[in-house]
């Protein structure tokens, strides 16, 4: 399939300019985006797998100590019975988040600009879904007996108590984790087939063959595969919801001053969204520069990503400062104090970073210039989500460190173990990341040529 | 019964010697045990306890009380009384320094596991404190003496015995001349019988005691006073004012059990007409002080002269004081608090008490004497009675010891359970005199470092393992008995004194019984001291109450030649206080996890013993909590960390004894700091001129109370008396809140037993006892110093402290926490597996086979009164330490939640005990562990739903509220709101100092 661009100076179809910068053609997408998973691994790649693997095993490693010696390797104490891997486990929830929200919501809302980050958006949601999975499992004390939390028949004739938001927790993420692998996996079908048909060692062949799952690119199995997309994708919608929603509700749901409020679940959500794309935003901008996808991830993309980051940070931004309103409305002496003792108390260095990252810093995206210079972008966008993780911290340590009755207040400090799983998860994500971007297409070819003037059936005719 | 004879390879059935040869047991032993009977000289294994058991379930099924017996038969014919699974009570009595405290010892099949306090017993009443509570550790301490030691190399009794019989005799020839026992001080009609035999056999050899604290000065403040050494009773339930000089009478001086009781009797808001009101004057927070309506932080070195301005004082108001005026300088103590407190002990003249803590001179016992008696007190609220088959405690004989050792007068020393290298007067040296000597012999439970240099070691039997008797001041005689055979080759005490007072090898129960057959001559001896051992009392000897006079001529002579100090402390110049430990006691205690981990009811620190100073005292010396200094004070010097203790006087500074161990095992040793080279026999009780400097270094100290505000929380309910009356329900209302409402029907809880709980706060001292008493209950694993820092210690109940008002000199509360055993649990709701869930009788149950630890409920209990398990805690538990385990209660493993269960084994026990009779339950059947020890019956603990029962009654108590009810949760555990009685001449009165 060959399809010449005509060469024309009325290239403005679009209000904006295009999103797909370069003049690419069907076969130029496909030979770029094919020939990172086909060509030679790139030295860099090595160097990058070697260090986040290792950190991959750290995590492995510590975690089998966990389990050999028991979870008081960690700084968790009596007020604090959550500490790091709970704040772990919700910050990699919320990285998990602007996945489904690029790929579903804006595949709804048709913003066509999804179509370059969508891929690496899902699989980022995937693999930050597995990293915060692998908290709660190990976060227990008796971890053989973890699956006493699933719904299964049993001797016992015990169910799970379904009043637990940890329950439904399991529940949520647990069906966001399914969906969304579902939905990045249908995704993924017609771009296995193209390097299925392209692939020449038997065993890419074989492989290939058996995941792209017989697609053969005819009309009829485009119209069914639209139609399961976008099945998947209204199924996926309510999650983007739901999940960090659940997820809040094991704080909001409990008595203590500073879990307790009703604020939580949107605010939870906006966070999410707020961390995903900050997330997406690094990845994006170190695959796009090692592999020379300039003209695919386009600084209008990056542009859009970064209003995001904008808005969801002001909504965040909203949260806090609606917190510290409703502390001081109702009146509530154990919540006045919470509050107050966040900003001003024994981890007010913890607060003030959140808010110094989470709200001041993303209000630099006000400015053109910055929204539009990758090197800054780069920079905020990791302040972004040091700032995520500190609020998680904020919210579950300070909270329970001075709850109800002073004498039981106490500091958490974290161990090494805390610092080592941390570190680790991010290795395992990014090894498991770069595993994607050698293995499989990282950008989706075929949506990506849907959004070329090709395919558009007016071809650079304005609509009359 | 020859029990030298037949030692070898059974020696667990020493005393069962005759048990040991009958067919039976051959028999039995072939059966059950056929290859290891060599096993049986190891120390403790698992079989040889099995054994052991068997041995003690057929002992304990053949007497109603234990006592030995003739023959033993295999328990398979199984005797009466003794159902598996059901324990055993017994009395016996444990010994303390003079005092003595009765005890009822649960036994599960041949195990002592549980004390309680006897409640015929007169100086427990049913009580118990917080060592009590921890002897069933020191027991099962698996560090104690294992074996007889010559020069540390092992040796056997049959060789000591024969060694020191010849011995015994070379000094028979010369009537004792060169022989000395050093033994603690006892109250014991046995052991003082075997004295005066001593004396008599040996007239020329010295018997003297040594306590490293002990109540010398009383007596001999009471020898000052009286001519005689009586012993003073205080009766507190009596008393409406009470002056304490110093005396922290409530927690670390002698007889706390009957003190605390009759306080808190005195202190029952609801029941009395008038409650009693309490003046403090101290240097250091105590127990004492917090309890107090008004408290003077004032320098010990001070209470002399205080004491004497009160006498005048006193005069002022025309008491007539017997003796000379004293000359005060008036400016000196606080004019206004101390004429208000003299006025107020005027005005309740009969029912005021003065009383001085056993650190203070002899001189301020005398003038504390001398003014009791001045206002009528003698007869009421103090008596006096004779001290009989005692042995008081001097150190003054002990320098004399010394001193001979050094000139060579003395050779052969003989230590029967004190250890005076580590706690004799620094000054003495002890350690060096040690050496001079030609035989020195240790009798100790643990190779102690006296034990460790000297050329022979007897290890000592616990008083659980052994019989002997005692004597409490009030005439009571106690049989100690025996609750198991001596779990190493520990030798009791008074077979170990026989063998020194005639070379006799008769066991310490044909001592006992020798001296018991006098007392209970006539008809039937068996059945009398049947009764006597099951009693654990025998009252028939009560002390004879004397009305002695005071002679003022002697006081005025003893101010004369050791004027009162009228000169303040500087911080240049600076005084060092010598305090028991609330914990470890001398240092007797400091092998014991228990009470190493029990935090100082000040401080809230566990493991370890820093200089407590004030704020101000530290602000001056530069100095923070944890900063380490070097104390200088009679050529000594000491490098120990501070902690400042709010209410602390200034320029003082308060060393705790008994840590620091060298030679305690392995829970004591190096725990802590060693204060005792500070102390001189010269100043036992306060040092002065003591120089402070910075080292620059710190050491962590393990804190189980970091924040000591109630940050203005209506947490603890405090209202002064007038306030109370004027509005009795203060305490509800101090939380306004919505009307608790639910979203849902609720369970109602209207049938059957709904168990609910009160504690008074106006009761409590914050003694530790009920926290202890807990941990031995309910297994509660000892977590260790690091972990107590990370916050992670274990206990289910524990005392939140908190301080109020101005930071130099606050007030301070007490608040036990435990589960609150809500309706609407917080927890259960979190749980995602059920493990915490709600039983019918209102109870916040936890499954610990069901509980995966995902510590939800933990964060979401608004009490923080859940425990984790964040390491396997009991893994590494000695076998023998295993032994003292409730078997009624889950050891729990690691990664598992607990709490509180409201002693849900006792509920049940007596449930089941209700049944089998045919009866329902009634009030009193179920009693938790803590309530069952509280000696100030703080707690109440009954079936809500019991019109007639005593919590029914508690909780209609206008004082009653809920610790956060606002919350709706309501807690099946409330609180009776804390009265202070303030005198009204002193109200929001700052005592200047």
């Known amino acids: ?464 | 019964m020859k029990l030298e004879q037949k030692i070898q390879g059974k020696e667990y059935w020493r005393s069962l010697d005759q048990l040991a040869d009958t067919p039976e047991f051959n028999e039995f032993l072939q059966r059950e045990f056929p290859e290891n009977a060599s096993e049986m000289t190891n120390p403790v294994t698992r079989r040889k306890f099995l054994s052991l058991m068997g041995a003690s379930i057929a002992f304990a099924g053949l007497a109603g009380c234990r006592r030995p017996v003739e023959k033993i038969v295999p328990y398979v014919t199984a005797p009466e009384n003794i159902v598996p699974g059901k324990s055993l009570q017994y009395a016996t009595a444990m010994p303390f320094g003079l005092s003595s405290y009765g005890l009822i010892v649960e036994s599960h099949v041949g195990r002592p596991t549980k004390i309680e306090g006897n409640p015929r017993h007169p100086l427990t009443k049913g009580k118990s404190n917080r060592l009590i509570q921890a002897e069933i550790l020191n027991l099962y301490d698996p560090d104690r003496s294992k074996n007889v030691l010559k020069n540390g190399t092992v040796s056997s009794w049959e060789n000591f015995s024969a060694q020191m019989q010849s011995l015994m005799g070379e000094f028979k020839k010369n009537k004792g001349a060169g022989f000395a026992v050093v033994s603690g001080s006892f109250a014991s009609p046995s052991m003082f019988r075997l004295y005066e035999q001593f004396k008599k056999n040996f007239p020329n050899a010295d018997w003297i005691t040594w306590e490293a604290i002990s109540d010398e000065n009383i007596y001999n403040g009471m020898e000052l006073a009286f001519g005689k050494a009586f012993q003073p009773r205080y009766d507190f339930s009596k008393a409406k004012v009470v002056l304490s000089l110093d005396s922290d009478f409530l927690l670390t001086e002698t007889d706390d059990i009957n003190a605390t009781g009759g306080f808190a009797k005195a202190r029952k808001v609801d029941a009395v007409k008038e409650m009693n009101r309490l003046y403090v004057v101290e240097n250091a927070f105590t127990s004492t002080g917090a309890v107090a309506d008004h408290r003077l932080r004032m320098q010990t070195g001070m209470t002399p002269a205080f004491a004497v301005a009160l006498v005048e004082e006193l005069r002022s108001l025309g008491v007539s004081v017997k003796g000379e005026k004293y000359n005060v300088d008036g400016t000196l103590f606080d004019r206004r608090w101390l004429k208000t407190v003299a006025e107020d002990l005027v005005k309740n003249s009969g029912n005021s008490l003065v009383l001085a803590g056993r650190r203070q001179p002899a001189v301020v016992h005398a003038i504390c004497a001398q003014i009791n008696e001045a206002l009528g007190a003698n007869g009421t609220t103090v008596v006096y009675s004779e001290l009989r088959d005692a042995l008081r405690p001097t150190v003054d004989a002990l320098v004399q010891t010394v001193e001979k050792i050094n000139a060579g007068t003395v050779t052969t020393l003989l230590m029967l359970n004190v250890n005076p290298v580590y706690d004799a007067p620094a000054n003495l040296e002890f350690k060096q005199a040690l050496g001079k000597l030609k035989h020195s012999i240790s009798f100790a439970s643990h190779v102690d470092e006296t034990a460790s240099i000297c050329e022979w070691h007897v290890p000592s039997a616990h008083f659980l393992e052994s019989w002997s008797d005692v004597r409490s001041f009030d005439g009571a005689a106690s049989v100690i008995q025996p609750l198991i055979e001596p779990l190493y080759k520990a030798i009791p005490t008074l077979q170990m004194a026989q063998l020194f007072v005639d070379g006799s090898a008769k066991t310490d129960h044909e001592v006992l019984q020798e001296t018991w057959k006098k007392k209970l001559k006539g008809a039937g001896f068996d059945r009398m001291w049947r009764k006597v051992l099951h009693d654990g009392v025998y009252a028939d000897e009560p002390a004879k109450t004397v009305q002695p006079q005071v002679r003022a001529g002697r006081i005025a002579a003893a101010l004369q030649k050791n004027p009162v100090n009228f000169v303040r402390a500087t911080v240049k110049n600076l005084e060092v206080v010598f305090a028991a430990s609330p914990a470890v006691f001398d240092g007797r205690y400091a092998n014991n996890g228990w009470l190493q981990e029990m935090p100082h009811p000040v401080s809230k620190l566990a493991w370890d013993n820093p200089a407590f100073i004030s704020i101000r005292t530290a602000q001056a010396l530069g100095v923070k909590n944890e900063d380490i200094v070097l104390i200088h004070v009679n050529g000594k010097r000491l490098k120990i960390p501070v902690w400042i203790l709010p209410g602390h006087a200034d320029n003082s500074l308060t060393l705790t004894l008994g840590y620091g161990r060298s030679a305690a095992g392995r829970v004591g040793n190096g725990t802590g700091f060693d204060v005792f080279p500070l102390r001189t026999s010269e100043a036992m009780g306060v040092a002065v001129g003591a120089t402070v400097r910075l080292t620059g270094e710190t050491y962590a100290l393990a804190n189980t109370q970091d924040h000591g505000s109630m940050e203005g929380r209506p947490l603890v309910r405090e209202a002064t008396v007038e306030a109370f009356k004027e509005h009795p329900n203060f305490a509800e209302e101090m939380v306004e809140h919505p009307p608790l409402e639910s979203l849902w029907k609720e369970r109602p809880y209207e049938e059957g037993n709904q168990w609910g709980m009160t504690i008074d706060l106006n009761s409590c001292t914050g003694c530790n006892a009920c926290m202890i008493a807990c941990q031995s209950e309910n297994n509660i694993p000892v977590v260790g110093k690091e972990q107590v820092r990370n916050g992670r210690e274990m206990s289910w109940i524990r005392l939140d402290r908190y301080f109020s008002g101005d930071v130099e000199n606050p007030y301070m509360v007490y608040q036990p926490v435990s589960c609150q055993h809500c309706e609407n649990a917080p927890c259960e709701q979190v749980c995602p597996v059920a493990a915490t869930s709600h039983d019918e009788e209102g109870l916040n149950v936890m499954t610990y086979n069901r509980c995966i630890g995902t510590r939800y409920c933990s964060n979401n209990c608004p009490y923080k009164v859940r425990r984790f398990n964040f390491f396997n805690y009991t893994k590494d538990l000695p076998e023998v330490m295993q032994m003292a385990q409730n078997p009624d209660v889950t050891v729990r493993f690691r990664g598992v939640m607990e709490k509180c269960t409201f002693c849900t084994q006792r509920i049940t026990r007596s449930k089941i005990d209700a049944k089998n009779q045919g009866r329902d339950l009634v009030d009193g059947d179920v009693v938790a562990a803590c309530q069952q020890t509280c000696p100030a019956d703080a707690i109440v603990f009954g079936n809500l739903l019991d019109p007639k029962s005593k919590i029914a009654e508690s909780k209609k108590s206008p004082r009653n509220y809920a610790l956060l009810g606002e919350l709706n949760l309501k807690p099946r555990n409330t609180f009776l709101a804390k009265v202070r009685n303030p005198n009204p001449k002193l109200a929001d009165y700052q005592p200047q100092v």
């Open chain 1, 1 to 464: 399939m060959s399809v010449s661009v005509q060469e024309t100076a009325a290239t403005t179809v679009f209000e904006e300019p295009p999103l797909i910068g370069g003049k690419p053609t069907f076969s130029s997408i496909t030979e770029k985006i094919s020939g990172i998973v086909e060509g030679k691994t790139k030295k860099a790649w090595f160097v990058l797998f070697g260090l986040a693997s290792s950190l991959a095993l750290i995590l492995f490693g510590s975690i089998g100590f966990l389990f050999y010696e028991g979870i008081g390797i960690w700084g968790i104490n009596n007020p604090v019975g959550w500490g790091w891997a709970i704040v772990n486990f919700v910050f990699w929830v919320g990285i998990g988040h602007a996945g489904t929200l690029i790929s579903a919501v804006l595949f709804i809302f048709r913003q066509k600009w999804r179509t370059s980050i969508n891929r690496f958006a899902e699989a980022m949601t995937l693999f930050a879904v597995i990293c915060a999975l692998v908290f709660p499992g190990i976060h227990v004390g008796r971890v053989w007996m973890a699956y006493f939390m699933f719904p299964i028949p049993n001797q016992m004739q015990m169910w799970p108590n379904f009043r637990s938001p940890l329950l439904w927790d399991v529940f949520a993420v647990g069906t966001y984790f399914t969906v969304s692998l579902m939905f990045w996996y249908t995704g993924l079908i017609p771009d296995l087939a193209t390097l299925r048909d392209r692939a020449k060692a038997r065993f890419r062949k074989i492989m290939f063959g058996i995941f792209s799952l017989g697609w053969r690119g005819g009309n009829k199995q485009w119209k069914n595969y639209e139609l399961a997309y976008l099945l998947l994708a209204g199924l996926s919608t309510p999650l983007v919801l739901s999940v960090h929603s659940v997820v809040s509700t094991d704080f909001a749901t409990s008595v203590i001053p500073g879990w307790h409020s009703t604020i939580f679940p949107p605010y939870f959500v906006a966070g999410a969204i707020f961390s995903g794309f900050a997330m997406v935003l690094t990845l994006a901008i170190i695959a796009r520069k090692i592999y020379g996808l300039e003209h695919i991830l386009t600084i209008r993309h990056f542009e859009k990503m970064n209003m995001v980051i904008m808005v969801t940070g002001m909504m965040v931004g909203y949260a806090y400062s609606m917190e510290f309103f409703i502390a001081w409305y109702s009146g509530n002496e154990y919540e006045t104090f919470t509050f107050l003792n966040r900003a001003f108390g024994q981890y007010a260095w913890a607060y003030w970073i959140m808010i110094s990252c989470n709200v001041l810093i993303p209000q630099l995206f006000w400015f053109k210039k910055i929204r539009t210079n990758i090197p800054a972008m780069f920079i905020i966008s990791i302040f972004v989500n040091i700032g995520m993780w500190f609020e998680r911290f904020v919210i579950t340590v300070t909270s329970l460190a001075n709850d109800f009755l002073p004498s039981s207040w106490d500091y958490f400090s974290p161990t090494i173990f805390d610092i080592s799983m941390l570190v680790g998860s991010f290795g395992l994500f990014f090894s498991l990341f770069l595993l994607f971007i050698r293995f499989l297409p990282m950008v989706s070819m075929a949506e990506i040529k849907g959004v070329l003037p090709q395919a558009d059936p007016h071809y650079y005719k304005k609509h009359e």
